[in-house]
């Protein structure tokens, strides 16, 4: 059996994971989160640099931690989209090194199915269909999942605006939290009243889209709020924006497995670490007879150990390598796990 190195440098994170036939070897994750705070969200040309400095350190802490040398390994995948472009290139060009001169395989994958294939680690191959909702900072989707590998996954609806993630980053913003905001607004959210300020539920009403997502309409709620509001209860603000969101993503998340008459939701990406989002989705499932399925938090925000997860499954199903030459794509949307 292989041992397929997962290399992950699309944004602010370099992560390295090393998986062989879904178990979860070794990894290593390094973060240039702290250089971005001061600028309020990700400058790319910093944590491009910080890829740079990072990527070697980070090969050999996963392989150290997984107790292997670059000879067990196999084959390589890399993040080769979506993603910020000289972030991408970093990982691309480290996998590309690696993959020459150790005469293996390369698999370029799409960034969004690595968070999916994430779920694997914890609980297993995927039922043979599934409803996917993917929250991150840059996406937020709801899908239709097959295989992962195989064949095209489904868009059942994408965000018309901001993606969820965005929207936690910016309210934190406008309620003084530091980045990135969601961790922030889940801690703060835990002193306050989830109900003390009854936020817009987006595109919720009978005349729209079932499952269409937008955020940018409930931001703009919570600022209007704050600056109408001269004695702000910020845990309240907080929880009750937080109250909002998971209460939309949840019950459209819903919606869509009843619609596809489908028995497993998986959450998964930066905003399925929320603890309110994990605990009202569990809640729902468990009332709807579903089954839900959400990776341990380290596992939802970007790391190395998802994209060597959907390496593994790309090796495993027998895929064809992408050629040496595969390059990055940055805005490309999620159709298939494997890009050439
Ligand atoms: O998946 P991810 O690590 O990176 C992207 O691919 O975008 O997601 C990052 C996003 C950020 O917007 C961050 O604020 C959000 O996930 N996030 C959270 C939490 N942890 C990370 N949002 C809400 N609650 C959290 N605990
Ligand atoms: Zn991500």
Redesign the pocket.
Known sequence: MTVVMGIET??DETGVGLVRDGVLLGQALASSMEEHVRFGGVVPEIAARAHVHAIVPTIRAALDDAHLELSDVGAIAVTTGPGLATALHVGVAAAKALAIAAGIPLYGVH??AG?AAADTLDHGPLPERSIGLIV???HTSLLHVRDLTRTPIEHLSDTLDDAAGEAFDKVARILGLPYPGGPAIDRIAKEGDRTAIRFPRPLSGSGDPALGFSFSGLKTAVARYVEKTPDLDVADTAASFQEAVADVLTSKALRACRDQRVETLVVV??VAANSRVRGLAQERCDAAGIELRVPRMSLC??NGAMIAAIGDLLVRDGAKASSLDVTIHPTIELQTAQLF
Do not use: A, E, V
Request: some cysteine.
């Open positions: 699309s944004c960034h969004l968070h991150s900072g840059g990406g930066g925000t970007d």
